[in-house]
């Protein structure tokens, strides 16, 4: 049986409640849970208690990161939620140190994680459009992808010995949302990256 943590980090505030990002996570969970997993969520917004989320990434298979991208990066207090989890998990829990050696310590800076046997899944939502990423003549991100533009997420996971599964996004829902074609596109990405509950793949043509 595979154990499954799902964190919401959205931050709810007046422009935008949380409704897209709340849907996805519990979306995931549903479909996980379809397939046998045992599934935890975090909503980080509600609260959380440190040692309880060191824990929950020990126990983990794969871990996922649900979020919306604010300013280029995390949401300030899922940002928060990592820097008190991945430290505290510092003690050999989540990493032991950064993973270098006193005879050499210039070499393997990043190696140290603990958490080697696990995944992480990222799925963000954007208030930019999908045309803004992986296109030279845009102007802000200038060829960027999405995870170009998400690397520091990708490295922290990466420095608890996570390997990545591939990034799902969801583009320009604040001023013209499709939600309806990014769940599918979800539920597609989910039954692709972890299979299909027996029960749709039995009804299947």
């Not at 440190?50 to 899922?78: K, R």
């Not at 008190?84 to 270098?100: L, P």
């Not at 597609?188 to 299979?195: E, I, K, M, R």
Request: glycine fraction near 8%.
């Amino acid at each position: 049986m595979q154990n499954s943590l799902i964190i919401n980090g959205h931050q709810p505030h007046e422009v935008s409640p949380g409704t897209l990002n709340r849907t996805l996570a519990a979306r995931a969970a549903g479909h996980l849970e379809s397939l046998g997993h045992q599934v935890r969520v975090t909503e980080v917004a509600r609260g959380y208690d440190v040692d309880t989320e060191v824990a929950l990434h020990q126990w983990a298979d794969t871990v996922i990161m649900q979020f919306p991208v604010n300013w280029m990066g995390l949401p300030w207090s899922f940002k928060k939620y990592v820097d008190e989890v991945y430290t505290a998990g510092m003690d050999g829990r989540m990493c032991a140190g950064d993973g270098r050696a006193a005879e050499n310590p210039k070499a393997d800076y990043g190696t140290g994680g603990s958490l080697t046997d696990a995944r992480y899944m990222l799925s963000v939502t954007f208030n930019a459009p999908r045309e803004a990423f992986d296109d030279v003549s845009e102007p802000l991100f200038r060829g960027a992808s999405v995870d170009d533009m998400l690397l520091p997420v990708h490295l922290n996971a990466r420095f608890v010995g996570l390997s990545a599964l591939p990034t799902f996004a969801a583009f320009d829902v604040e001023k013209n949302p499709e939600t309806e074609a990014d769940l599918t596109r979800f539920d597609h990405h989910l039954g692709t990256v972890f299979g299909t509950p027996a029960s749709l793949a039995a009804g299947a043509v």
